[in-house]
């Protein structure tokens, strides 16, 4: 995620682009004119220290524990890193640059499953999510809200879920992609192990939800205090439809298996998302269609394969 915001954001900014990045030193190869600088975001007096030596005009805030299952596993550190580190560097910011903007990657998990009436989910719908993960995403959402009326600058994105080249194998398609390129290399027999077909997810392409919290640091002064905004297309798409779409891109016969290890217990049956505040306010619509993300995510697997195979 973080390079594509980089990438979107130079373009945007140019010159006036100053990075800093504060994750782990191996992302930094990746990112224009960026400086790294590694920083363990459950670390207050780290987080206080850093913005205060770097006075930065913006924080946009993409670390966390993003993969579901990783954080059902692990929930306290998933509290420490989605909720209090979120809450260190916002309460960091508010110190040392009160008139800073604070970007917040959220989660569509926060609203939990499907709506009665079965519309997308809109930023007036009551926050009620079904794992840890949403809890911790929601409860930061709620925590920067508090901090909005305080009077920090927050802009609280409900991203659904979003897709494209550099996701880690532990997501949905990266996972069956690295599959089938490994199947079609030879390298595993011709049988793709599958989770759940059933969810229903609102896929958008990483490269839009870049292009999204980029315009918001560009058009901070514009959005309301506090503003909550969805990321979506507004569709449901059937994992197993999903599924079917990676299949078709390949060249040979692959069967399906359901595993069982990657069926989750408390899998939120349904999400999708109303993005018409995103419209409305930062004139952002996703561009990138579904079937180029998944070309473009098919290929870079086949990439990683023919690299492997020539180390
Ligand atoms: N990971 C994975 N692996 N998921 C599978 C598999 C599999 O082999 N088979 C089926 N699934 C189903 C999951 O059960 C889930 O219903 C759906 O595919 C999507 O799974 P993930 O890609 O792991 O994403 P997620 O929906 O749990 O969460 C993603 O989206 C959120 C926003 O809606 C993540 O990117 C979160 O970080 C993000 O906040």
């Known amino acids: 995620m973080a390079r594509h915001v980089a990438t979107c954001l130079a373009g945007m900014l140019g010159d006036r682009l100053d990075l800093i990045v504060a994750r782990r030193s191996e992302s930094e190869a990746a990112l224009p004119q960026g400086r790294g600088v590694f920083l363990d975001i459950t670390d207050r007096q780290a987080a206080f220290d850093l913005v205060e030596s770097q006075r930065p005009s913006a924080i946009i805030h993409l670390a966390g524990i993003s993969d579901v299952s990783v954080a059902e596993r692990n929930p306290d550190l998933t509290w420490q890193v989605n909720l209090m580190g979120t809450l260190h560097l916002a309460h960091a910011l508010k110190a040392h640059v009160p008139e800073g903007t604070f970007v917040f990657a959220g989660s569509s998990q926060i609203y939990g499953s499907k709506p009665e009436e079965g519309r997308p989910f809109s930023e007036r719908d009551l926050l009620?999510?079904?794992?840890?993960?949403?809890?911790?995403?929601?409860?930061?959402?709620?925590?920067?809200?508090a901090l909005a009326a305080q009077g920090l600058r927050t802009i609280r994105f409900r991203p659904f879920n979003h897709i494209g080249p550099g996701q880690g194998a532990g997501?949905?398609?990266?996972?069956?992609?690295?599959?089938?390129?490994?199947?079609?290399?030879?390298?595993?027999?011709?049988?793709?192990?599958?989770?759940?077909?059933?969810?229903?997810?609102?896929?958008?392409?990483?490269?839009d939800v870049a292009r999204a919290y980029s315009l918001a640091v560009t058009r901070a002064e514009t959005l309301?205090?506090?503003?909550?905004?969805?990321?979506?297309?507004g569709h449901p798409t059937r994992i197993g439809h999903l599924l079917d779409g990676l299949i078709a891109l390949s060249s040979v016969p692959i069967a399906v298996e359901v595993d069982p290890e990657r069926v989750r217990p408390n899998d939120i049956r349904s999400l999708a998302g109303n993005a018409d505040h995103a419209r409305e306010c930062l004139g952002w619509v996703p561009e990138i269609p579904l079937a180029e993300t998944l070309r473009d995510i098919l290929d870079e697997q086949r990439r990683v394969v023919r690299v492997a195979a020539r180390a």
């Open 128 to 145: 009620k999510p079904m794992g840890q993960y949403g809890a911790t995403k929601a409860a930061a959402d709620l925590a920067l809200g």
């Open 171 to 207: 997501f949905v398609v990266p996972s069956f992609a690295a599959q089938i390129a490994r199947i079609e290399a030879g390298l595993q027999p011709p049988v793709i192990k599958v989770g759940n077909l059933d969810a229903e997810r609102d896929f958008i392409d990483v490269r």
């Open 224 to 233: 309301p205090a506090g503003a909550m905004i969805n990321l979506a297309s």
